[in-house]
C-alpha cells in the first residue's frame, strides 16, 4: 500500500534534519577515537578500478577520518539483494541501482527522501531519463548518475555511395535516407520487430507511452492514437530491411550480423562500434553515429535512457558521509572524468561538452536531451520478463490489425502492472 503523502513529507523533513546535522559532525571527523567506515556498492562496469580508486581517494582527502570500502556487485540478482539490504540492519550507506529500478525499492522501503536537497546536488539540469525514475510521487530518492541511450550506429562508406553526404534530422528525412539506402542486396536498416525501446521512442515522440497510472492504478496505453501512430512509424522504418519480425536484437545478436552483412545502419548505444569492428577490422573508421532523428530537426527522437542512479538507505550507519560521497560523485569534477573515461552520458544537460572529442557518446548525450524512462511501476520488472510489448510488435509486423493487438497488449500490461498477470 502506498506511503500517504503527509508521512512521506515528515520522512523527508527528518532524512533532511540527519543529513544536515550529520554535515556538521563530518567536519569534526579528525575528532573521533577511530576512523569510521563508509560501505558503498557499485555495480560491476559503471566505474574502471583507477577511476574508482581515485574518487575514493579524493574523498577521504576531503574527509579524514572517514575510509570508504567500495564493493562491486552484478547485476544478476540485484534486485533481491538490495531489497535485503534496506530491510536490514547492516545496510550499506550508498548503493548504485538502475534508474528503472527506484520504484520498486520505494514500494519496498527503506530508501531515504532526498527531495529538499535536489538543488544542492544540482537538480536543475538533470538528465530527464535519470531525473524521473529517480522521482516517485514527486519526491526525489534516486540522484542521478550516468546515462547511456540508442543512437544509430551507420556505416559511411555506403551512406557515400548512396550519395548521401548529411546524416538526417528528422524522422522524413531519415525514412527517405533509409529508403535509398535499400538497394542492391543492401539493408537500409537492420531493425528486428521486437526491439520495443526503439518503439518506446517512437511512442513517446507522438505524446503516448506505454503505460500511465491514474488514481494510483497502472493501465497499459498501446491502443491510444498516439501509441499507435509511434507503431505504425516502427513498421515503416522496419520495412527498408529485412530484420527478423519474431526476435529482438539478440537473435541473431545484432552486432554480430551487422559486423558480417551489407547493412547501412543499426540502433544500438555507440559502444556496439567497438565490438562490430572487433569481428569485422575492415570495417575500423567506416563506422558513423546521430542522434535518432524526431519528427522536428530542432529535437532528436525520444529514446530510452538506461543508466544508473545512486540511493542512499534510511538505516545507512553514516548517513551525512553518504550524502557528501553522492554529492562528490554527482559533481561536475566527477561527471566529467566518468563522461570522458567511460564514454557515458553525463548526469547533467550541462555537461555534454566533456563527450565534444568522442563521436559515439556526443550523439549519444544529444539524444539524451530527450531522454525517458519506462513507466515508473514497481512491477514494470516483472512484465519485462514476459514482455507483452514484443508479442504486439510481431503481430502488427505480420499483418495483425494494429488497434485489436494493441487493445489486447494493453489490457496484459495492465493485469501485470496491477499484480493479476
Sequence with gaps: M?????????????SAALLLSGCGVLADTGDQDQDRTLDVWLMRGSLSEELTDAAVRDFERRNPGVEVKVTVQDWPGIDRKVTAALGSDDAPDVIEVGNTQVAQYVEAGGVSDLTIRVFDLGGDHW????EEPGKIDGYQYGVPFYAANRVVVYRKDLFEQAGIT??????????????????????????????????????????GDLAVERSGRWAGTLDTPEALRGMEFYKELQSHGRGPVDSDESKPEQREFFAGNEIAQIIDVPGAAELIVEKNPALAGKLGFFPIPGKDAKEPGAVFTGGSVLIIPERATEPAAAYSFVKLLTGEKWQRKLARTMSVVPNSTELADALKDDPGAAAMAEGARNGRATPNSPRWGRLEADNPIKK???????GADPKTAAREASRRITAILSGRG
Excluded at 524522422?171 to 528486428?192: A, D, F, H, K, M
Design 392 to 398: 504486439y510488435q510481431t503481430e502488427v509486423l505480420r
Design 127 to 130: 538528465v530527464p531519463g535519470l
Design 2 to 14: 502506498p506511503v500517504r503523502r503527509p508521512f512521506r513529507l515528515l520522512a523527508s523533513v527528518l
Design 166 to 207: 548529411e546524416s538526417p534530422t528528422t524522422r522524413e528525412e531519415w525514412i527517405e535516407v533509409t529508403s535509398r539506402l535499400n538497394r542492391s542486396g543492401r539493408q537500409g536498416i537492420y531493425l528486428p520487430g521486437q526491439n520495443w525501446y526503439v518503439l518506446a521512442g517512437f511512442i513517446w515522440d507522438e505524446g
